[in-house]
T-cell receptor
């Protein structure tokens, strides 16, 4: 049971490049979320999903896309990276009936 | 709108001293409150949930609805308590809740 996994751990992008941050969980959790963590800003919700095929926007969705084709995977896409997207990104999941979120190890992204 | 305020970005105490990490919230409904912790080079993990009213690693937190607070306390801090602590609030909208996090408090326990 690997829990929540994220790849890559580190990534450097140039402005305008696109990439996908991967997130997977093997706990059969219905709910999955993406957060960004910035100094002095705490954790802010980007997008979330309540089940396969269902996604919704969080607090800071601009510049990011998500999809949920399977229960296990919830990739986060940056279509045209900007320096303001330099951050640490965390994926999290939970069961529908539980309040406890399980977090991945994070992806540190730098956009130059 | 729901909001979580952690007034201290940094908190430094000596080993053995009491520690209190402050958390205030703003929410019109009945809140569910949590403390998450992130130790160095580790992922975030749930520390406490107010409804369970338990003590984890010596930490306790009491929900005070009158003061809209959920402060985290420990009577005798240990060096291994050094970490980033986040207070979080879930709206009571059933299973479709969203977690709102505070900005976090970095606790350093000095030897």
């Amino acid at each position: 049971n690997a829990g929540v996994t994220q790849t890559p751990k580190f990534q450097v992008l140039k402005t305008g490049q696109s990439m996908t941050l991967q997130c997977a969980q093997d706990m059969n959790h219905e709910y999955m979320s993406w957060y960004r963590q910035d100094p002095g800003m705490g954790l802010r919700l980007i997008h979330y999903s309540v089940g396969a095929g269902i996604t919704d926007q969080g607090e800071v969705p601009n510049g990011y896309n998500v999809s949920r084709s399977t229960t296990e995977d919830f990739p986060l896409r940056l279509l045209s990276a900007a320096p303001s997207q330099t951050s640490v990104y965390f994926c999290a999941s939970r069961l529908r009936e539980s309040y406890e979120q399980y977090f991945g190890p994070g992806t540190r992204l730098t956009v130059t | 709108a729901q909001r979580v305020t952690q007034p201290e970005k940094l908190l430094s105490v000596f080993k053995g001293a009491p520690v209190e990490l402050k958390c205030n919230y703003s929410y019109s409904g009945s809140p569910e409150l949590f403390w998450y912790v992130q130790y160095s080079r580790q992922r975030l993990q749930l520390l406490l949930r107010h409804i369970s009213r338990e003590s984890i690693k010596g930490f306790t937190a009491d929900l005070n609805k009158g003061e809209t607070s959920f402060h985290l306390k420990k009577p005798f801090a240990q060096e291994e308590d050094s970490a980033m602590y986040y207070c979080a609030l879930a709206n009571s909208g059933g299973s479709n809740y969203k977690l709102t996090f505070g900005k976090g408090t970095l606790l350093t326990v000095n030897p």
